[in-house]
């Protein structure tokens, strides 16, 4: 998985601002929301496939219109592992927060009022993820390849959130 080998490299570069306990934070946090609406791992894990593919499209549409520094500031600016409702309203537009929540809705059956309280801290998380290849030193500057394996995926499966968490869980042993 291409998105989850530029995560472990980020991990592996000093460079960069990916650490375990960011990591392991991000695992504590995506599992917690499962047992808060009382879904199961795969539930959980569909949950964030499709918050994932939404937010790419979303970052996708920004980087096409500002470039990539104002994408990178943005997820500097929101990402992290508590709520953020004004996330959303930045993000999505009214109509696109109504479909993403129809998509989770359809594919997991979790009911519509329980993700739309789940999503303020469902983007911040995925955009936490993003972080992880952020330069250290300077924020603003240089290559973050996580974020950029993000964006270029083609929904072949390589940049599915779902599956890094799952392999993130399995190689810190979760």
């Known amino acids: 998985m291409k998105?989850?080998?530029?995560i472990v490299g980020a991990l592996n570069n000093p460079a960069l601002q990916a650490n375990t306990n960011q990591i392991n934070d991000l695992i504590n946090t995506a599992q917690q929301l499962g047992v808060n609406f009382g879904g199961s791992p795969e539930t959980t894990q569909a949950v964030m496939s499709v918050v994932g593919d939404y937010?790419?499209?979303?970052l996708k549409e920004k980087c096409n219109q500002e470039g990539k520094e104002s994408v990178q500031s943005f997820v500097n600016q929101y990402?992290?592992?508590?709520?953020?409702p004004a996330v959303l309203q930045l993000l999505f537009s009214p109509q696109t927060q109504n479909r993403l929540i129809?998509?989770?809705?359809?594919?997991?059956?979790?009911n519509a009022q329980t993700?739309?309280?789940?999503?303020?801290?469902?983007?911040?998380v995925v955009l936490n993820f993003l972080q992880t290849g952020t330069n250290s030193q300077?924020?603003?500057?240089?290559?973050?390849?996580?974020l950029t394996s993000f964006l270029d995926s083609t929904g072949d499966g390589e940049a599915d959130i779902a599956g890094v968490l799952r392999l993130a869980?399995?190689?810190?042993?979760?």
């Open 102 to 110: 129809e998509a989770v809705e359809q594919r997991t059956g979790v």
């Open 55 to 58: 937010v790419r499209s979303a």
């Open 138 to 146: 300077d924020p603003q500057k240089g290559e973050n390849p996580v």
């Open 115 to 124: 993700i739309r309280s789940l999503l303020p801290l469902l983007v911040p």
């Open 79 to 84: 990402s992290g592992i508590q709520a953020n």
């Open 169 to 174: 869980s399995s190689f810190f042993k979760r």
């Open 3 to 6: 998105l989850f080998d530029q």
